[in-house]
T-cell receptor, first 115, second 114 residues
Framework: GENVEQHPSTLSVQEGDSAVIKCTYSDSASNYFPWYKQELGKRPQLIIDIRSNVGEKKDQRIAVTLNKTAKHFSLHITETQPEDSAVYFCAASWAYGGATNKLIFGTGTLLAVQP | DVKVTQSSRYLVKRTGEKVFLECVQDMDHENMFWYRQDPGLGLRLIYFSYDVKMKEKGDIPEGYSVSREKKERFSLILESASTNQTSMYLC?????????????FGEGSRLTVL
C-alpha cells in the first residue's frame, strides 16, 4: 500500500522568510497530492492540491511542486506570516475521474512563524 | 458550507466499554472516512465507505468496526475500548466521481480510555 513520509517534523522560520516542507510517496500509481493545514484546535482544511499531470501549481503565497520520477512533492510558502503557523499534512492517493480513493497522510509538520 | 458534524467532542470511557462515535454530513457526499490523529503519527485511516452499507478497511482497522446504514451517517464502533485507543478521531467526507476530491473534516472527537 501507499506510504507517505514527510519532513521536517517541526520548522521554525522568521516572519517574511520562506518555508519548504517535503514529502515522498511509495506507490507510483498515486496521482493526487493534496496539502492540508490544521490550526491549533481546529479541523484540517485543504489549502492546495496537485495532480500528476502537472509539475507545479501556485496560489498566491503557496505553491506545490511534484517530481513524479523521484516520487516526491513539496509545499512552498513565501513571505510567511504568523497566521501561517499550523500543522501541515501532505497526502497521496490514486484518484480517477474526480473520485478519490483513500488518502494516505504524512506525519505532519509543525510550522512556527516567529514575528 | 459543507458541514461534517461529530456527535461528541470529548468522551471518557473505561477499558472494556463499547464506544460509538457518530458522524453526519449534510452535503450528499458518497465517501466517508474515519481517521485517527496521534502526535507524531499524523492522520491514520481506520475505515472508509463509498456507499451505504459498504465499508473498506484502512491501515489500522484492528479493534474497530463501522456502520453506514444511511448515506449521511457513518459510525465508528469500538467493541471493547482499550487504553491504546485513547486518541483524537476525525471523520471526513467527500464526493465520489465528481468535485475536486477534497476531504471535509469534522471537528474531531477526543476519546480518553481509562
Amino acid at each position: 500500500g501507499e506510504n507517505v513520509e514527510q519532513h521536517p517534523s517541526t520548522l521554525s522560520v522568521q516572519e517574511g522568510d520562506s518555508a519548504v516542507i517535503k514529502c515522498t510517496y511509495s506507490d507510483s500509481a498515486s496521482n493526487y497530492f493534496p496539502w492540508y493545514k490544521q490550526e491549533l484546535g481546529k479541523r484540517p482544511q485543504l489549502i492546495i492540491d496537485i495532480r500528476s499531470n502537472v509539475g507545479e501549481k501556485k496560489d498566491q503565497r503557496i505553491a506545490v511542486t511534484l517530481n513524479k520520477t523521484a516520487k516526491h512533492f513539496s509545499l512552498h510558502i513565501t513571505e510567511t506570516q504568523p497566521e501561517d503557523s499550523a500543522v501541515y499534512f501532505c497526502a497521496a492517493s490514486w484518484a480517477y475521474g474526480g473520485a478519490t480513493n483513500k488518502l494516505i497522510f504524512g506525519t505532519g509538520t509543525l510550522l512556527a512563524v516567529q514575528p | 458550507d459543507v458541514k461534517v458534524t461529530q456527535s461528541s467532542r470529548y468522551l471518557v470511557k473505561r477499558t472494556g466499554e463499547k464506544v460509538f462515535l457518530e458522524c453526519v454530513q449534510d452535503m450528499d457526499h458518497e465517501n466517508m472516512f474515519w481517521y485517527r490523529q496521534d502526535p507524531g503519527l499524523g492522520l491514520r485511516l481506520i475505515y472508509f465507505s463509498y456507499d451505504v452499507k459498504m465499508k473498506e478497511k484502512g491501515d489500522i482497522p484492528e479493534g474497530y468496526s463501522v456502520s453506514r446504514e444511511k448515506k449521511e451517517r457513518f459510525s465508528l464502533i469500538l467493541e471493547s475500548a482499550s487504553t491504546n485507543q485513547t486518541s483524537m478521531y476525525l471523520c471526513a467526507s467527500s464526493f465520489r466521481g465528481r468535485g475536486t476530491g477534497e476531504l471535509f473534516f469534522g471537528e474531531g472527537s477526543r476519546l480518553t480510555v481509562l
